[in-house]
């Protein structure tokens, strides 16, 4: 076989001018609508549906989602540069985007039946609805495989019992795209769940918020519990037992905004490093000009780089149909340990005064730790991508599967 042909499609590393024109509307929003008093936000924990509520607006809720039903039809390398500049304004914004976006809209587009997408994604789409994600239990975080909320099925619906934790926008979202268990006796763990799409309004939901967290503090996380909630059976995804498999496939949506997030995170860093070491002088010196101090401006440019390339390939394997949950996971774990240290580094660059809150650093050190943690803690992904390397983990096709871009009449 000859080396080249002219057949061959050459690789393209270039990001459209339409993926640019997206980057500079999402930067603007962040920029105009988040950053202004977001330092005020997290010092007094102050979430509510404002930024939310701004976002819709802007139509950036409906990022990525085809026309069809109210997106902005735009790739999902689209939806990556959205996260990235969210999360440079602030976390809170890109957490907003992981769950509406990421867990709960992409799932839909991948499982949902043509009447649950049309009956769904039009208002998520236009932000008359918000999504969130209710997976993690008091007793199951990691071991996802161990959850207790229990879905019995009574006629044509479902009775739902149980509560979940560690819920990000808990206390606002509208619907929740919730798993629990329908199967008890499968003889697979992975078959015992279902996963059902769940409207706050139905009687027996409730939400409780989680106080004294460390970071995302302009983000609401919460507590949901649900009390002999009439599920109808028309709101389950995909089929019976499909449960863990449809989990999986949203963290794998939800991963790739949190990869994509975190390099917005250094990006900020980078914001906030690069006029302090041009303007702050030690011992008649620029501390930019100080070499232990550019080794940590290089790493935060090797961070942004190395994540930048890893999140657009997710993206362009979303693109192009491609099973992606390897890549995914590394993408995410690569990423969030990057930020996490360049906004550690970001701190020593400023000194004393990079561990008060009159500089942004002291915010993106904070937010950036609880990333390391949630979709898959940093050992959760080493073990995942040791154990594709060892040829422990092979992904089996699904029978599902998000659709391609440019998205088809049929999607
Ligand atoms: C800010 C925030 C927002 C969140 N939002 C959501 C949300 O919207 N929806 C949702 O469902 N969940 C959400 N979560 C929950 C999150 O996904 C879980 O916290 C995460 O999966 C880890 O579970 P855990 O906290 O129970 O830790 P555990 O699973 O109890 O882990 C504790 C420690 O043990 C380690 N460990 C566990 N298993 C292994 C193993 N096999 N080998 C080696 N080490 C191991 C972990 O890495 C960790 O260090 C959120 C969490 C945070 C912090």
């Known amino acids: 076989m000859a080396l080249r042909s002219v057949e061959s499609i050459p690789m393209d590393f270039a990001l459209s001018h339409e993926h640019e024109l997206v980057r500079e509307m999402a930067y603007k929003f962040a920029q105009q609508q988040i950053v202004p008093d977001i330092a005020e936000r997290d010092r007094e924990h102050r979430s509510d549906r404002s930024m939310l509520d701004k976002m819709a607006e802007a139509g950036i809720l409906g990022v990525s989602l085809p026309a069809k039903y109210c997106g902005s039809d735009t790739d999902y390398i689209s939806l990556g540069i959205v996260c990235e500049e969210m999360e440079r304004g602030d976390t809170s914004a890109r957490v907003v985007m992981s769950v509406h976006s990421g867990l709960h809209c992409m799932t839909v587009l991948q499982w949902g039946s043509a009447e649950q997408k049309q009956r769904w994604l039009p208002d998520l789409a236009k932000g008359n609805k918000v999504g969130a994600f209710g997976l993690t239990e008091p007793n199951a975080g990691s071991d996802a495989i161990n959850l207790k909320t229990r879905a019995v099925k009574d006629g044509d619906s479902y009775i739902l019992n149980g509560e979940k934790t560690w819920i990000s926008l808990a206390d606002y979202a509208d619907q929740f795209l919730v798993i629990a268990i329908t199967n008890p006796e499968a003889k697979a763990k992975a078959q015992t769940m279902s996963a059902f799409i769940v409207d706050r309004k139905t009687p027996g939901f409730s939400s409780r918020p989680l106080k004294g967290k460390l970071g995302v503090r302009a983000g609401n996380t919460g507590q949901i519990f649900f009390e002999d909630m009439r599920i109808p059976a028309e709101n389950r995804l995909g089929e019976e037992g499909d449960g863990f498999k449809i989990a999986m496939s949203a963290l794998d949506h939800g991963r790739y905004t949190v990869a994509s997030g975190a390099v917005g995170i250094i990006e900020a860093c980078l914001d906030a490093c690069k006029p302090y070491s041009t303007s702050r002088s030690v011992g008649g010196e620029e501390i930019g000009k100080k070499q232990l101090v550019q080794q940590m401006i290089a790493n935060m440019v090797q961070g942004r780089e190395i994540g930048r390339l890893l999140y657009y390939k997710v993206g362009w394997m979303k693109n192009m149909g491609q099973r992606h949950t390897k890549e995914v996971s590394l993408a995410k774990w690569t990423n969030c340990n990057n930020a996490f240290t360049a906004a550690n580094d970001a701190i020593e660059i400023h000194g004393a005064y990079g561990y ?56």
Request: net charge negative.
């Open 356 to 411: 008060c809150d009159e500089f942004p650093v002291e915010r993106y050190f904070r937010n950036s730790r609880g990333a390391v943690i949630y979709e898959g803690t940093r050992e959760i992904h080493t073990l995942v991508q040791a154990e594709y390397e060892l040829g422990y983990r092979v992904d089996k096709p699904l029978s599902r599967t998000l659709p391609t871009w440019p998205f088809g009449e049929d999607v």
